[in-house]
């Protein structure tokens, strides 16, 4: 068995071990190919899994890896019946291999594969031609006359160079089925697309498939782009739903969608989003978490409301930040004034300096509780106010942000709850907020080219996610310690949240967008959550807005979505911004030509319109 593996980190998810471990009860050798590079600590996950490990170049994906094993193992090949070529793309064994490895090996066949895809006109990939029935090639098992023989010899000879994606596919996958069937070879499918509802079960109906008792589950559900999966009417929740009643161990694919799937995606492909009721009704008191509530509080008018939603936390420990001694009596009068655990431990510290606000007074005024395992949750909250948004919007977002994460006693202990249940789940938080604050479409507002600088920087290979970040864009959540401990990995200073640049870019702003992605390079995921009465306010302004958003466009949100991004940035509307949308969608060679200048001038206004709000922020 040759077995393919590469992980932007060199490292190898757990898993992989997982499913080898299966595999090689089936198989009389396992070779394992990395592609690119392979830590110590990876290597030593492989070895008790494998017989060998090779590690080669990053060039020609799997299907290359599959050649050069094949050339390494060389004469060695005739030693074995049968060869199987797979890959790391799949998690598995979520139903036993042994019955698919039995049911195959009783059919009389040159070559066979887990899964196919019919035959579709016009080639999806290329609009035009066909696109020929083939094995889908994660999966290949081939038999000794087809391994031996001068056509299998010739077909790796004269592979041809597969520098993208799409070679991969259009030159290899969806050519080798038919290559060997022409030359008089014969093909069987354990779990053929034609006893399924669609031509592609992999990815459309993987719930049908385990029920049928496939062993594996093709990761590509959880990355795919979630509008197309949504066309298609794949929900990954159901999906999940039913790995874990097979008593997959969900930790391992959780870890690894965490390092390895730009969270947003993640989160709309995995239906992350838990809606929860006022009752408690999952909470185990049994096993009770040791929780301290963190509380910026600037706003001395706004303590009273915060405290009472820590109140809702049981047996949770207080510490109170604030930037002036002032205030800081104030608070500590109110606290004594007020009923409270006994057994709570209070403090109220007083930070140096109102650069970075709650950020800074979180990740530096409260590091050593942050680095220390005194707490296995965190509540952050704080009371700062924007002047930039209207008082009906400031309004709701604090609504969003406070009630969402603690609007009762039963409330919290369901979102307390999700933690007990998932010692992978690292943040939640609730989702953006729309209503009042035009959050969507421009989540990085402006921060993507500083937040890749300290993406580099502390390490985090999370992909980021394309529009908008999954993000607690109120800088309000619940967390494991551990799961920010990437963003420590810096010891933050109160000059490093003055203003930067001529756009006059904050820190805090950054820290914010980048905590679910600190979150996953510690292989914890995120989870968004929202009450009822939050739910039902949100999912009727939205319906509406897409309504209306999609009212001039045809077609599947997907179909109107590429329309859009192939129309590009439409500014604020008026003859330039449309007529560069004209180009861009009938002369695309003329608009490429003459893009640099117009996002140069863009550029420019945004800057320019960036710092006059900023300006006006602080008259």
């Not at 290559?179 to 993987?206: E, I, Q």
């Not at 939640?428 to 580099?456: K, N």
């Not at 509406?544 to 949100?557: E, I, M, V, W």
């Amino acid at each position: 068995m040759v077995y393919v593996v590469w992980d932007r980190r060199g490292e190898v998810e757990d898993y992989i071990p997982f499913a080898l471990a299966g595999l090689r009860e089936h198989a009389a050798r396992v070779l394992v190919v990395v592609n690119g590079s392979l830590s110590a600590e990876g290597r030593a996950k492989l070895e008790p899994v494998s017989d060998e490990i090779l590690v080669r170049e990053n060039r020609g994906f799997d299907i290359w890896a599959h050649k050069d094993a094949l050339d390494h193992v060389g004469a060695g090949l005739s030693e074995f019946d049968e060869v199987l070529l797979t890959n790391d793309t799949w998690f598995g064994p979520v139903r036993p291999y042994g019955p698919v490895f039995e049911r195959m090996g009783a059919e009389s066949v040159h070559f066979w594969g887990m899964t196919d895809h019919a035959r579709e006109e016009p080639n999806p990939f290329t609009g035009e031609g066909v696109l020929d029935y083939h094995l889908q090639s994660f999966w290949i098992a081939v038999r000794r006359e087809m391994f031996l023989s001068e056509a299998w010899a010739e077909y790796w000879r004269d592979l041809p160079v597969m520098p993208g994606y799409f070679d991969a596919v259009l030159k290899h996958e969806a050519v080798f089925t038919e290559h060997f069937l022409s030359r008089g070879f014969s093909s069987g499918v354990a779990y053929p697309s034609a006893d399924y509802p669609t031509d592609h079960p992999a990815l459309f109906n993987a719930d049908l498939l385990l029920a049928d008792g496939c062993p594996v589950l093709k990761r590509r559900p959880f990355f795919h782009y979630p509008t197309f999966l949504d066309r298609h009417g794949v929900i990954g929740r159901e999906i999940l739903q039913k790995v874990a009643a097979y008593d997959y161990p969900m930790p391992l694919l959780w870890e690894d969608l965490a390092r390895n799937v730009p969270p947003k995606t993640l989160n709309a492909d995995a239906a992350m989003l838990e809606v929860l009721p006022e009752i408690d009704v999952s909470y185990d008191p049994e096993r009770p978490l040791r929780i301290v509530a963190i509380l910026n509080i600037t706003n001395v008018d706004m303590a009273d409301e915060m405290l009472d939603r820590v109140d809702h936390l049981p047996g949770a420990d207080l510490v109170i930040t604030t930037n002036e001694e002032r205030r800081a009596e104030k608070i500590r009068r109110l606290l004594a004034e007020r009923p409270h655990p006994a057994d709570r431990r209070t403090e109220v510290r007083v930070v140096p300096s109102k650069l970075g606000r709650h950020m800074s007074a979180f990740l530096i005024g409260c590091r050593d509780i942050l680095l220390s395992d005194d707490y296995d949750l965190v509540l952050k909250l704080h009371s700062k106010r924007s002047s930039k948004k209207s008082h009906n919007a400031s309004r709701y977002f604090t609504r969003h942000q406070f009630e969402n994460l603690s609007s009762s006693p039963g409330y919290v202990a369901n979102v307390l709850a999700l933690f007990q249940k998932e010692p992978g789940l690292g943040v939640v938080f609730p989702p953006m907020v729309h209503i009042g604050i035009p959050t969507m479409g421009q989540g990085w507002s402006g921060y993507r080219p500083l937040i890749e600088d300290f993406v580099e920087e502390l390490g985090i290979k999370v992909p980021l996610d394309d529009v908008s970040p999954l993000a607690p864009l109120g800088g309000m959540f619940f967390a494991r310690p551990e799961a920010l401990r990437v963003l420590l990995r810096r010891e933050w200073t109160y000059d490093d949240y003055a203003p930067k640049g001529k756009d006059r870019l904050l820190l805090g702003p950054v820290q914010e967008r980048l905590i679910a992605y600190a979150a996953g390079e510690s292989g914890m995921h995120c989870r968004t959550v929202l009450n009822a009465e939050h739910a039902d306010i949100s999912h009727t302004a939205i319906e509406f807005k897409l309504d209306q958003l999609s009212s001039t466009t045809p077609g599947y949100p997907i179909d109107q979505i590429q329309f859009l991004h192939r129309a590009g940035w439409t500014g604020r509307g008026g003859a330039v911004p449309l007529a560069r949308m004209y180009l861009r969608l009938n002369h695309p060679r003329v608009s490429h030509a003459i893009d640099p200048v117009y996002q140069a001038a863009r550029r420019a206004v945004i800057r320019a319109r960036v710092l006059n709000d900023r300006l006006r922020g602080r008259s």
